[in-house]
C-alpha cells in the first residue's frame, strides 16, 4: 500500500480561489519533503523542498507567496495554491524520503490533479 | 548541474517487440542515484528501478532490463516482448541525496495490439 497519501486526488476549483493539497506520510516520519508539479504532457519540475519546522525552500522561478508550504509535522506538508488561476492546473506530486538500514528510500505520492477553471 | 535527458519522446510498437527506452545523464558528483518510474495515466509514479553510482552491473527483472553504462553516462531501460498494459509514460530520473530528484522529460510507449 502507498506510504506516502495525498489529498485530495483530484480537485476542481474557480479562479480566485485557494486550494489545499495535503501530503502525508503514513508509516514514517519525514523531515523532508518535495513538491512537484507536472504540466500536461511534460516532465515533473521541482517546485520546493518542504522542511519540518521550518520554511520551505523554492526553486528559482516558483512564486513562494503564490505557492505556500507548511510542514507543520513530520507527517504533513501541505501545498496551497493561493488565488488559483487556469494556468495553475497542473499535476502536482509530493515524495517523502523514509530511512532505512540500507539506506534512504524515497516515496512518491499519489498525485493531485488541480483544475481551476 | 544536473541533468536527464530522455531523447525519445514517444516510440509505438507493436505487442512482442523489444523495445529500448533512452537516458543520457550529467552529474558533476560521483555519489548519485538513478531511478526508472513508469506513469500510467492516472498520474502515480510506479517505481521500477534504483542504481547507484558505485553499482554498474546490469539488472534484469522479469521481462525489464537495465543497461548503466558510467562511461557514457546512460542508464537505458529495455522491455522485452512488450504488452499492451506497458503502454504509459517512462521516466529516468537522477537523485544526489536520495531527497531532490530530476527528472527527464519523459517518453510514451505505446504498445499496440
Known amino acids: ?117 | 548541474a544536473q541533468k536527464v535527458t530522455q531523447a525519445q519522446t514517444e516510440i509505438s510498437v507493436v505487442e512482442k517487440e523489444d523495445v529500448t527506452l533512452d537516458c543520457v545523464y550529467e552529474t558533476r558528483d560521483t555519489t548519485y542515484y538513478l531511478f526508472w518510474y513508469k506513469q500510467p495515466p492516472s498520474g502515480e509514479l510506479v517505481f521500477l528501478i534504483r542504481r547507484n553510482s558505485f553499482d554498474e552491473q546490469n539488472e534484469i527483472s522479469g521481462r525489464y532490463s537495465w543497461n548503466f553504462q558510467k562511461s557514457t553516462s546512460s542508464f537505458n531501460f529495455t522491455i522485452t516482448a512488450s504488452q499492451v498494459v506497458d503502454s504509459a509514460v517512462y521516466f529516468c530520473a537522477l537523485a544526489m541525496n536520495f531527497n531532490k530528484f530530476y527528472f527527464g522529460s519523459g517518453t510514451k510507449l505505446n504498445v499496440k495490439p
Open chain 1, 1 to 117: 500500500g502507498a506510504v506516502v497519501s495525498q489529498h485530495p486526488s483530484r480537485v476542481i476549483c474557480k479562479s480566485g480561489t485557494s486550494v489545499k493539497i495535503e501530503c502525508r506520510s503514513l508509516d514514517f516520519q519525514a523531515t523532508t519533503m518535495f513538491w512537484y508539479r507536472q504540466f500536461p504532457k511534460k516532465s515533473l519540475m521541482l517546485m520546493a523542498t518542504s522542511n519540518e519546522g521550518s520554511k520551505a525552500t523554492y526553486e528559482q522561478g516558483v512564486e513562494k507567496d503564490k505557492f505556500l508550504i507548511n510542514h507543520a509535522s513530520l507527517t504533513l506538508s501541505t501545498l496551497t495554491v493561493t488565488s488559483a488561476h487556469p494556468e495553475d492546473s497542473s499535476f502536482y506530486i509530493c515524495s517523502g524520503a523514509r530511512d532505512g538500514s540500507s539506506g534512504n528510500t524515497i516515496y512518491f505520492g499519489e498525485g493531485s490533479w488541480l483544475t481551476v477553471v
